[in-house]
């Protein structure tokens, strides 16, 4: 949560012309704002509603195998089952972050309804649990601390040079 995915996914889309989807965005487009939805109808709810648009944004995705696209998913994605066995025929980038660099971008933002309260210490519990799954799912970890967003993709850019991605935004090996 917080950690850049819909600012440096969508630059690194910008940057080669690939396609962006936001996850969290098509949520709000289809069912209507996230805080709402939690308050409605809880977080099992949203999860599914969640699971259901990686599902299909995924499988859009797939359809177009030769046009690049970059999802970025909400922090609490991949707590779905369904959603970490999708994702293991995707390539996965886990942007890594401490409390020190995702506090500022906490302040104020009403959007995040897991955060309500003490942002910090909640953000913090979150991380460490979801951590390992976020580190098992990735096939790569970028550093974000201390980093700009174009400093951050130019990381990405790097790891996706390493693992023979190609400009059309597909894997040039097995995975």
């Known amino acids: 949560m917080a950690t850049g995915k819909s600012t440096v996914g969508r630059r690194i889309a910008v940057r080669h012309g690939w396609r962006f989807i936001d996850t ?3 949520i709000v487009d289809r069912h209507g704002p996230i805080p709402e939805i939690f308050a409605s109808r809880g977080e ?3 999860r599914r509603i969640e699971a259901d648009i990686v599902s299909q944004v995924l499988s859009e995705a797939e359809k177009e195998a030769g046009r690049g696209t970059v999802i970025s998913l909400g922090g609490g994605a991949v707590l779905h089952s369904a959603t970490q066995r999708l994702l293991q025929s995707a390539f996965v980038v886990f942007l890594d972050a401490d409390l ?12 995040r309804p897991l955060l309500a309260g003490n942002a910090g210490e909640t953000w913090a519990r979150l991380d460490r649990e979801r951590r390992p799954i976020y580190e098992a799912l990735a096939d790569a970890v970028i ?10 993709v130019d990381r990405l850019e790097a790891q996706l040079r390493r693992t023979k991605f190609t400009e059309e935004g597909t894997l040039g090996n097995d995975r």
């Open 24 to 26: 969290d965005a098509e």
């Open 44 to 46: 099992p709810e949203f």
């Open 100 to 111: 020190a660099t995702v506090l500022p971008r906490l302040a104020g933002d009403t959007g």
């Open 143 to 152: 550093d974000t601390r201390d980093a700009t967003p174009d400093i951050v």
